[in-house]
């Protein structure tokens, strides 16, 4: 079996150095790594798009040193909450704020937030934008029907899924916000997450190009820039491929020279909002073994939990696992954290080296849709964050959260 070397990946001077310094848990981004990512990224549609506009989804890892790091490569941001556009805001980025179902304060920050443009999730929304005050330019997110190939919960467009406006109101929806008083258009769609398939984004650019060119033949209204979302994928099992950026971007470029072409279209600029891509491979959540149980199974019982890393306890995501600087005969292990939940299992029947109590577990893939998701249950603290500088230095972005910080807003 071929063994992906991106997905096996570790800096394992800076895991050292960190492991000597700090106390584990933490996790660890390396920044050269995102800053490659970001190249890779930008630079792939750049070839076939010269006015390429990249947006890194805030949600996959809001860390601020690490997006002034995304920023520095010259990318905007995809906001999806308050404080996301709080965020962005304070770093003077730019970008877009696609909510759903959002309350009036989320709506107000949105259209006051400077240089971000409201994407909006339906067409309802408009009456409280123009209470508000209808911005010139406006973008909506569209669910065209198409179901990606990914995990079921990881599927963001498609019948069942709550997102987007349905293909039957997007040109009311168009037409509307124009006699409302909007100029400028753009339109937006994000079909799923972790797709590793190339030809799905082929296919929903496509999709989106033809609702382009039906809208401009019903109504005459031209879209300015189309935002073919995020859900670029990652390996997570060593067996799995790496996508192949450039043909995504190439197949991007045929749908539009296809569909630009059908319709007689002004091409629109092109954006994309890659989370995970950017920085799931960067990140790594470093532990240490603490239990070992020989129950009916062998647990590893490791200092960090599921609220660390809750992918694998929400669907069954797999991180890979590596035992550092160890060789020994491997055997079947379980890693867990000390959650009273038994989903609570990081990592599940892997062969791992014979594993002792203080060894050093490294879960992979740990820098998107990883800390973010964490969470404080069973009154878990959240840990630290280092960032792995390009010379080696090693900076603390997050401190570990205490006890003190879990009750400070509770009174008695
Ligand atoms: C609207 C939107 N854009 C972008 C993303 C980023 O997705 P990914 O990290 O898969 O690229 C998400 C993730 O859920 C999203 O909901």
Known sequence: ??????????????????????????FLYSEKKIRENCRFFFNSFKQYFPDFRPLFAVKANPNPAILRIIQQEGFGFDCS??????????????????????????????????????????????????????????????NPGIVAVTMKSLQT??????????????VASYQKAKQMGVETFGIHMMAGSNILDEKHFYGITS???????ILKKRTGIQIDFLNIGGGFGVPYQPSERSLDLNL??????????????????KEPQLFAEPGRYITANA????????????????????DA???????????????????????????????????CENNDQLATDRLLPKCEIGDIIVLHNAGGHAYAMGHNYNGKTRHAEYLLMNKSNLKCIRRAETIADLFKRCNE
């Not at 709506?107 to 937030?113: F, K, P």
Request: with cysteine; hydrophobic share 40%; charged share 20%.
């Open 1 to 26: 079996m071929k063994t992906n070397p991106e997905v096996i990946y570790l800096p394992i001077t800076g895991i050292k150095k960190a492991c000597r310094l700090f106390s584990t848990p933490f």
């Open 305 to 339: 939990s599921s609220n660390d890393l809750p992918r694998p306890s929400i669907y069954g995501a797999y991180h890979h696992a590596t035992v550092l600087n160890k060789t020994s005969k491997r055997e079947n292990v379980t890693i867990v954290g000390s959650i």
């Open 248 to 265: 995504v971007a190439k197949s991007v470029r045929k749908a539009f020279d296809e569909q630009c072409h059908r319709f007689s279209l």
């Open 157 to 170: 467009a498609g019948p069942n899924a709550k997102f987007g406006v349905p293909i039957e109101r997007v």
């Open 81 to 142: 909450s308050e404080s996301e556009l709080w965020i962005v805001k304070k770093i003077k980025g730019h970008g877009m704020h696609t909510g759903n179902y959002i309350v009036e304060s989320e709506l107000r920050r949105a259209l006051t937030t400077p240089n971000v443009v409201l994407n909006l999730d339906d067409e309802s929304m408009l009456t409280k934008v123009g209470q508000l005050g209808m911005p010139k330019t406006l973008s909506f997110r569209i």
């Open 207 to 213: 999709k989106l190009l033809e609702i382009v060119g």
């Open 283 to 302: 990140g790594w959540l470093v532990s240490q073994a603490v239990v070992i149980k020989n129950s009916h199974k062998k647990f590893i019982g490791i």
